[in-house]
């Protein structure tokens, strides 16, 4: 079982900030939180990722709370490319797996 | 670029036929992944590779078998396809882990049909 929780749907204006949650409430000291993101057609694609602190790269910003129950990642202007399914995962640092949920479906509406 | 490639896009079997999925990175990966993605299911890992003639399985391996002769290619074979695995089947590669970054590259997918 994937260890998130995320709402199954959200939308956002184009040029606007989007802003997906995730829960992961059971996660484990040496446990990262992932995120992926699914284009329609396409295989899925590596965002970001961050242990406890924010993180920020060219495509998004990855903010955890405190206590690392759950986190939120920020895309700060989307636009309709960004419509997809975006995943947040957690995986222990040794693993190599990914266990996907079935995610977030972002629609970025003109 | 780091490339994973798949062999085909789609591809249309009948039940009972021998089913060959290839998978090819060019980025010397020690890891090599297969998964299959259905509506309502999201991707679910089917078999996995860390090195060369290794194997685990996934989640879902039942139906499925695996080999990877070379580093850079991790065949998925369906011995006697059935109905129940229509499905896209995705690969992926990734470095051996380093601690706490171990991207995964995906491949475009094969879109399995069995009549």
């Known amino acids: 079982d994937a260890k998130t929780t995320q709402p199954p749907s959200m939308d956002c204006a184009e040029g606007r900030a989007a802003n997906l949650p995730c829960n992961h409430s059971?996660?484990?000291?040496?446990?990262?939180v992932y995120w992926y993101r699914q284009i329609h057609s396409q295989g899925p694609q590596y965002i970001i990722h961050?242990?406890?602190n924010n993180e920020t790269n060219e495509m998004a910003s990855l903010i955890i709370t405190e206590d690392r129950k759950s986190s939120t990642l920020i895309l700060p202007h989307a636009t309709l490319r960004d419509t997809a399914v975006y995943y947040c995962?957690?995986?222990?640092?040794?693993?190599?797996?990914?266990?996907f949920g079935k995610g977030i479906t972002l629609s970025v509406r003109p | 670029d780091v490339k994973v490639t798949q062999s085909s896009r789609y591809l249309v079997k009948r039940t009972g036929e021998k089913v060959f999925l290839e998978c090819v990175q060019d980025?010397?990966?020690?890891?090599m992944f297969w998964y299959r993605q259905d509506p309502g299911l999201g991707l679910r890992l089917i078999y996995f590779?860390?090195?060369?003639?290794?194997?685990e399985k996934g989640d879902i391996p039942e139906g499925y078998s695996v080999s990877r002769e070379k580093k850079e290619r991790f065949s998925l074979i369906l011995e006697s396809a059935s109905t129940n695995q229509t499905s896209m089947y995705l690969c992926?590669?990734?470095?051996?882990?380093?601690?706490?970054?171990?991207?995964?590259?995906f491949g475009p997918g094969t879109r399995l049909t069995v009549l």
């Open positions: 961050g242990l406890k």
């Open positions: 995962i957690v995986r222990v640092a040794y693993d190599s797996k990914l266990t």
């Open positions: 992926a590669s990734s470095e051996k882990g380093l601690a706490g970054y171990n991207e995964q590259f």
């Open positions: 980025m010397d990966h020690e890891n």
């Open positions: 590779s860390y090195d060369v003639k290794m194997k």
């Open positions: 059971t996660i484990s000291g040496n446990e990262y």
